[in-house]
């Protein structure tokens, strides 16, 4: 959960790791992305079900400190509930200012989280939208290959 940041401050201090920092934070992700099948916080990750890898990997990476961070369909293979949650903090991410790219094949994902759309398709820059001007059916010609005047609209 922490390996990316175990020789931080955050979690150790002349070489040495904290481990009750480190299972604290841990803890914590665990309890807010309900990442189920880790007992009292500790499991190797290839033991959990996917859907619970998915969501100990989105709350590992919303929780870093960051100013950018790439997203790669981060909802796939999710319940409902789980879905809204990870939108939710996505959400909450732009909120603090921190910029997001949002890679995703569920249109109504990126529709309802993006501020702006822009559809590549076979490598190609096809168009830009403002996410609050998306229209379902231009995107998907979008997608199809149809592009908009000058790229962008």
């Keep these: 959960m922490a390996l990316q940041d175990i020789s931080s401050k955050k979690f150790s201090s002349?070489?040495?790791?904290?481990?009750?920092?480190?299972?604290?934070?841990?803890?914590?992700?665990?309890?807010?992305?309900?990442v189920r099948g880790a007992q009292s916080g500790f499991a190797i990750s290839r033991q959990l079900s996917g859907g619970n890898q998915q969501k100990a990997i989105v709350g590992r990476e919303l929780t870093r400190e960051h100013d950018l961070i790439v997203i790669y369909q981060p909802t796939r293979g999710l319940d409902v509930g789980s879905?809204?949650?990870?939108?939710?903090?996505?959400?909450?991410?732009?909120?603090?200012?921190?910029?997001?790219?949002?890679?995703?094949?569920?249109?109504?994902?990126?529709m309802s989280l993006a501020?702006?759309?822009?559809?590549?398709?076979?490598?190609?820059?096809?168009?830009?939208?403002?996410?609050?001007?998306?229209?379902?059916?231009?995107?998907?010609a979008m997608m199809m290959g149809a592009t908009t005047k000058g790229g962008t609209e």
């Design 14 to 34: 002349f070489g040495f790791v904290n481990s009750d920092k480190l299972q604290t934070y841990a803890q914590d992700v665990i309890s807010k992305y309900d």
């Design 83 to 110: 879905i809204e949650f990870i939108h939710q903090q996505i959400l909450d991410n732009k909120k603090r200012g921190a910029a997001t790219l949002l890679i995703s094949y569920e249109l109504s994902e990126v």
């Design 115 to 140: 501020d702006r759309i822009i559809v590549v398709n076979s490598g190609y820059t096809i168009g830009e939208v403002a996410g609050k001007d998306a229209v379902r059916e231009k995107l998907g």
